[in-house]
T-cell receptor
C-alpha cells in the first residue's frame, strides 16, 4: 500500500503562477523527499527534508513538513513551462536501515505558457 | 560519471519468455533498488540490495528474481514473463540520502 498520497492528482496553471502540491503519509519517518519525473524519463531528486526540520528552500522550491499532521507540501514559485512534469513525494521510514523509500502516486503539473 | 544506467531501454516479450534487466552504477553506492511504475500507481519496490551479495524482497517481488554479484551491478530477472509484468522498470541507487534513478526500461509482455 502507498505510504504517501499526493494531492491534487493533477494541476494546471499559467506560467508565472505558483504551484502547490501536498503529500500525506501514514507512519513515522526519518525524512521525506520530493522527486520530479518528466514524461518518459527517470525520477530526479529535488529536495530532502528531515523529520526534525519544518521548512527547506532550494531555488524556487519551498518544502514544508508537519510531522504532527503527517503531511508535507511542495511549493514551486514563479512557475515555468519547463516545470511541467509529475512530482512525487517519497518517505524514508523511521528506523529503517535500508534507505528504502515509499513513493506516492504523484501530482501531474502542467504549466501553460 | 554515467550515474545509473539500464539496459535494455525497450523490450517486447511473449508470455513465458525470460529476460534479464541490467542496472549499473558508477557512484560506489551500497544500496540499489528495482521498481516498477504503472499508470496511477506510483513506483512500487520489487527487490532491493543493501550491499554486494545481498538481496531482499520489496513490496511486489513475485515473479522476479535479483542478483548483486558485483557492487556496481544489480540484475532483475523474469523467469517466465506474464502480461501483468508489462510495465516501466526503474533501477535506483542510494548514497544514504537521495536516490539516483536510471532512465527506465519499458517492457511489454504479449
Amino acid at each position: 500500500s502507498q505510504q504517501g498520497e499526493e494531492d491534487p492528482q493533477a494541476l494546471s496553471i499559467q506560467e508565472g503562477e505558483n504551484a502547490t502540491m501536498n503529500c500525506s503519509y501514514k507512519t513515522s519517518i526519518n525524512n521525506l523527499q520530493w522527486y520530479r519525473q518528466n514524461s518518459g524519463r527517470g525520477l530526479v531528486h529535488l529536495i530532502l527534508i528531515r523529520s526534525n526540520e519544518r521548512e527547506k528552500h532550494s531555488g524556487r522550491l519551498r518544502v514544508t513538513l508537519d510531522t504532527s499532521k503527517k503531511s508535507s507540501s511542495l511549493l514551486i514559485t514563479a512557475s515555468r513551462a519547463a516545470d511541467t512534469a509529475s512530482y512525487f513525494c517519497a518517505t524514508a521510514l523511521y528506523g529503517g536501515a535500508t534507505n528504502k523509500l515509499i513513493f506516492g502516486t504523484g501530482t501531474l503539473l502542467a504549466v501553460q505558457p | 560519471n554515467a550515474g545509473v544506467t539500464q539496459t535494455p531501454k525497450f523490450r517486447v516479450l511473449k508470455t513465458g519468455q525470460s529476460m534479464t534487466l541490467l542496472c549499473a552504477q558508477d557512484m560506489n553506492h551500497e544500496y540499489m533498488y528495482w521498481y516498477r511504475q504503472d499508470p496511477g500507481m506510483g513506483l512500487r519496490l520489487i527487490h532491493y540490495s543493501v550491499g554486494e551479495g545481498t538481496t531482499a524482497k520489496g513490496e511486489v517481488p513475485d515473479g522476479y528474481n535479483v542478483s548483486r554479484l558485483k557492487k556496481q551491478n544489480f540484475l532483475l530477472g523474469l523467469e517466465s514473463a506474464a502480461p501483468s509484468q508489462t510495465s516501466v522498470y526503474f533501477c535506483a541507487s542510494n548514497d544514504g540520502g537521495q536516490q539516483f534513478f536510471g532512465p527506465g526500461t519499458r517492457l511489454t509482455v504479449l
